[in-house]
C-alpha cells in the first residue's frame, strides 16, 4: 500500500511539472512601459499591441492629470481562454491579462476591439495609481497593494470611469443602445437601482449591472461638469483624501451624492413605449423570472435556452392557451442555438466551464434520432448546418492570432463524424457570426468590418466566392440573424439606431432586390431573437427576467422600408498572406518567470500556523508573497514568532505551480520551528490535484496530499494539554509520514438564477495511510502506529419538490440537499494520531489523561452520518444600504443523525486493519440526532472592493431539539447563532 501510495504521488508531480512541456514557448517583448507576456502563436494580437498600448497609457494617464505614467506593468496574452475578457490586477504587483479569444455580441462595440479593451484596463491602471508623494513611497516598501485605492474602490466606482473612458471617442458601450436598452428598461420599469444596489455586490440578472449604470453615471459626470473635476474626483479617492468615494464626490462636486444620483437618472430619455399592444402575445406569462434566451426557430416550431437546458414548443402546441414545452437536453454555458433549415438538426454553440480557462465547444442535436453529437475539437463557435445536394456541412466561427476564419465540417451523422473541409481567413477587426441555412448550401451570416455592418452570402461548398454582400445602413447596429419563412430567401434580424429599443428588420435576398422593412414601434423589452415558424417569434428582455412573444398582423407593423446597399467584395487573407510572426520573435526573448519574484507584496505581520498549534497563527512577523503575472505561480514566504507565550519562532515556504488550463496543478510547503532551545519541529506537505472534464456538467477529479511532521509535540503555548507527555520539562519527539488521495465524480449544475435551483449530486472515495511513532519517557512508552483508512461522501442536490418554478425572487418549491458520509476522513481530520492499543504499557491515570486530550482534538466529530436540509422559504433580498448589501433571506427546516466518535471510541473505530473489530464498534457506538429550523440573511460588505458577492456572509439563527442515544435524554430546545466572515 506504501509504495502505492509513493508511486501515484510521484506520478501525479511528475505529470504536473511537465505536463507543460513540449508545448509552445512563452516569450516576453518590451515596450517602454509594459512587458508584452505571450505565447507563440499570439504574435499579430502582440504586434497590435506593440503598437499602440505606450500610446495609449499616456493619453489615458493625460486625461486623469498624470502627466506621465510612472511605473511598468505586464501584459499577459492568454490563448488558453476561448471566452474574450481582459482584468487588470494589483496583486502581486500591477499586470494585465487580456484572453485573446473570439469577440461575444455585447462586446462588439469597438473598431479595434483589442486596442479598446486594453485601454479599459490601463484606465483601471491609472485611476487606480495616481498616488501622490506618500503613497508612491508606501508602494516602493510595501508593493502596489499597499494602495488605498485598492481597497476603498467598489466595481461599480472602478467600472464607471472605464466603460466612460471607453466611450469617449464615439464607440464603446455607451454608445450603443443593446447596452443603454438595460438602463431605459430599469427606468421604464421603474425599477432604477440606487447607487447602493450597483456597487458590485448583486448577484442576479442583470450580469454585471454595476457596469450598466456607473458607466452611464461617469458619462453623465462628464458631460455636465467636465474631465477636470472627474479627474480631481479620482484623485482624491486614489489618495484618500476623504474616507469613502461618496463623500470624495461631495467635496469636488459641492453637492449631495443622492442628488447627484437622482439627477443623473431623470436625464435618462426613453422612447415613446407602447406598454401592452395588442399584436404582442406573451407566452410565458406564467413563467416568470426566466432568462429566456438564444431563440431559433424553423417550419415546426422554436426552441430556446432556459437555465443551461434547451427547450421545445411545436407550432401547435405554441398555440395552446398555455404552450406544452418539452425539454431537448440540458448543456451548461450554451451560448447560441441554430436551427438548420428543414428543422432537423439543431447547432448548440457553449461554453465549457469546467477548467480554470473557458472553452468554445459545439454540440449537434437530432431531432429525429434525439442523438448527440459533440465535436471533439474546441475554439469553435457560431455554429450551424448547411445541406447541399445530401451533404450536410457544418459551419463554424474559429479565431486565431487576431483573425476570425469560417470553418466547415463535413457531417455525418450515421458515424458520428466532422470531417474539416475548407476554411478562409478574414483581415483582423473583421469579425463574422450568426450563421443562417437559407438552401441549397448558401447561408447568410453578419459580417462587421470596423463598426460597420453587412450581411453577406457565401456557399457551404465554396466558402471563398462571396454570393452577395449588402451594407447594413450607418448608424444601425444588428445582431440576431434568422431565416424569414413567410418570404423565399427573407432574413430576420434584430436592429437599433440612437434613442431606439432593439427592434425587428426584414430583408430579401432575392436576385437583384435588397429591400429592407423595419419593425418601428418600440416595445416594452425591445425584440431580440425573432424568428418565424407559423408566425414571427422573439424574446423580450425586461430587466429582472425575459419572455417569449409572438407577433401578429406583422406585415401591417413593419412599417418602414429603406435598403441595404450592395458592398464590394471581401478581401480575404491567403495562407501566404497570414502575418509573419518572425519580427515579433526577434524583437522578443524567452520568459523567465523567476525575474518577476523579486516585485511583490510585504506585510509586516506573519502568517506563520504552528504545526500543534490547533489554528494559532504567530502574528508577530513579516510575510512576503510574489507571483509569476500569468496568474499560474504564487510563492509565500513568511516567519512569526510568539514572542509572549512560547517564546517559538516558525519560518514558512509556500510555493505552487499549474498549467495554464488547470487541468493539473501542485503546490508545496515547508514549515520550520525554532523553540528557545533551538530547533522544535519541521514540517512539510505537497498536494497535487487533477481535473477530467467530460460532457454535459461531468468533472472526475483526482487530489493527492502527502505529508510529514517531525519533531516535538508541545511546549510553550501547548504544554498543559500535553502535560503527560512532558519529561522534565521536555517534550516528547514524534514523526508522521501520511498520504491521502480523494477521487471526487460531480455532475453538480445550475437549473436557474436562484442559489437553490440545483442539481446532481457528488461522489468523494478518499484513501489514506499514515505511520508514526512516538519517542518514549518516564511516563509513557515508546509507540508506533500505523493506520489505514477509507471513507465515502456523497451529495445529492433536488432543485424542487414542488412542480413550481421560482417567481418573484421566492423559493416555495422546496429544494433539498442531502448528504451521507461513511467513514469519511474528512469529518476526523483532527483526530489524534495513535491510541491506547498501541502502548506496551499503561495505566489508568496515562489512559484518563490521554481520552482528555483526544476529546480536545475531536468534540462532536462524526464518522458516519446523514443530514437533509430543506429550503421552506426563500426571498431574494439584493438590496444596498451605505454599508451592508443583503443579499438572501431564507428559512430551511434541518435534520441530522451521526455516530459520535468522539471519546473511546474516536481512537480504536478509525482504523480498517480490522474490519471486523470496526464494524462491531460501529454497532454500538453512540449516536446524535437534532431536528430544528435555520433562519439565516445571506449579506455582502457594501463599501470598497468588499462590495462583491466573494465577501458574502450569513448570519444563521438555529433552533433545534437533540436527542443523543448515550445519555438516552432528549435536550431542551437550543438557539444558536453562527457568522462567517
Known sequence: MKKLISFALLFFMAFSAFAGNGKKQTRVLKTVWFDIIYREGSEQTVQILKDNLDSVYEEVSKEFGMEVPYFRMPVVVVQECEQFNAYFASAPYNHIVLYDAAVSSSLKVFSETIISTLKHEITHAVTFNHNNKFWKGAKKIFGDIANPAVWNVSSGIAEGATVSGESKNGEGRLNDEYFWHVIKQAKLEDKFPSFEDVKGASEISPSGDYYYFNGAFSQYLLNKYGEEKYAQWWYKIANMEAPSARLSFEKVYDIPFNSAWVAFK??????????????????????????????????????????????????????????????????????????????????????????????????IYDMQTKKKHFVKEHGISEASIVSKNGTTYLLTTVYENANYRIKSFVFDSDKNLFTK????????????????????????????????????VRNASDLNTEKQKFEVEQGMAIRYLSKDYSQDDGLLFTWTKKGTFPSAGKLSLKEGKNSVQLFTKNLNGGIYFPVFADKMYFIGKKYRENIICSLTSEEALFEQKITFNKAKETSLVSQEQLFDPSQITADSKKYNALSYFTKGIFLPVSIYQPVFGAGMLFPLGVTYYSGNPMDTQALVLSAGTDMFLSGDTGITIQYQNKTPDDMFGFSASANV???????????????????????????????????????????????????FLINGGKPVTTNYISDSFVAEYSNLRKTGENQFEKAGF???????????????????????????????????YVPKLLPIDCKDGLTCNLPLIISVDFLNRQSYKNTILYNQDDLEESNESIEELGKTVIDYFTSDSYINSARAEMILYGKQIQK????????????????????????????????????????????????????????????????????????????????????????????AFSFGFNLNL
Do not use: H
Open 266 to 363: 431623470n436625464s435618462i430619455e426613453l422612447p415613446q413605449i407602447e406598454e401592452n399592444p395588442s399584436y404582442v402575445n406573451n407566452l410565458t406569462e406564467e413563467n416568470r423570472n426566466q432568462l429566456y434566451s438564444s431563440l431559433t426557430g424553423c417550419k415546426d416550431g422554436i426552441a430556446w435556452v432556459v437555465s443551461g437546458s434547451v427547450y421545445y414548443a411545436s407550432t401547435e402546441n405554441l398555440n395552446l392557451k398555455k404552450i406544452r414545452q418539452k425539454k431537448l437536453f440540458s448543456l451548461m454555458g450554451v451560448q447560441k442555438l441554430s436551427f438548420s433549415a428543414d428543422g432537423r438538426y439543431l447547432a448548440a454553440s457553449f461554453i465549457d466551464y469546467g477548467l480554470k480557462y473557458p472553452l468554445q465547444k459545439v454540440m
Open 421 to 456: 473541409d475548407n476554411e478562409i481567413i478574414f483581415p483582423v477587426n473583421v469579425s463574422v457570426s450568426d450563421y443562417v441555412d437559407i438552401g441549397n448550401g448558401d447561408f447568410a451570416f453578419i459580417q462587421r468590418e470596423g463598426m460597420n455592418y453587412f450581411i453577406c
Open 673 to 723: 520551528e525554532f523553540g528557545a532551545e533551538g530547533f522544535t519541529n519541521v514540517s512539510g506537505a505537497v498536494n497535487v490535484v487533477s481535473n477530467i472534464f467530460f460532457k454535459n456538467f461531468q468533472r472526475l477529479s483526482f487530489e493527492n496530499l502527502f505529508s510529514v511532521i517531525y519533531g516535538d509535540l508541545g511546549g510553550g503555548r501547548f504544554a498543559e494539554a500535553w502535560s
Open 762 to 796: 457528488t461522489i468523494d472515495l478518499i484513501a489514506a495511510y499514515g505511520y508514526g511513532s512516538l519517542e518514549g519517557s518516564e511516563y509513557i512508552p515508546s509507540m508506533s502506529v500505523s493506520s489505514t483508512d477509507v471513507g465515502l461522501s456523497v451529495r445529492a
Open 880 to 971: 444596498g444600504g451605505r454599508w451592508l448589501y443583503m443579499n438572501d433571506f431564507y428559512i430551511s427546516a434541518d435534520a441530522f443523525i451521526g455516530q459520535n466518535f468522539s471519546g473511546e471510541y474516536s481512537a480504536e473505530s478509525l482504523k480498517i486493519k480490522n474490519p471486523q473489530k470496526l464494524f462491531e464498534q460501529i454497532k454500538t457506538a453512540p449516536f446524535d440526532f437534532y431536528y430544528g429550523l435555520n433562519l439565516c440573511v445571506d449579506f455582502s460588505l457594501n463599501f470598497g472592493a468588499l462590495a462583491t458577492p466573494q465577501t458574502k456572509n450569513s448570519l444563521i439563527i438555529t433552533i433545534l431539539k437533540r436527542y443523543s442515544s448515550e445519555t438516552n435524554k432528549t435536550t
